[in-house]
């Protein structure tokens, strides 16, 4: 670990680096071969349970085509 921190030795070094991996990060995930956007997020709802005061609900946002985002939404019921 020593070594690796001893390839910068201030501010601007480490920007600089910061920069390179920020970059290929970002080359890595071809953003730019990316399709456009080209629909609303409308999320999926998989299944919803009603649990002692609250409801559960699976969902799935595709965020590109033929990738999901996946999650649970949680609501308390009225009284």
Known sequence: ?????SKWSDLNAWEARAATIRKGILDGLAWDKMPPVE???SP???SRREMDGYIVENI????????????NLYYQMSA
């Not at 670990?1 to 921190?5: E, I, N, Y």
Request: charged share 10%.
């Open 60 to 71: 799935a946002i595709e965020s590109f085509p033929g990738f999901y985002i996946t999650g």
């Open 39 to 41: 629909y609303g997020f």
């Open 44 to 46: 999926l709802i998989h």
């Open 1 to 5: 670990m020593q070594d690796f921190a």
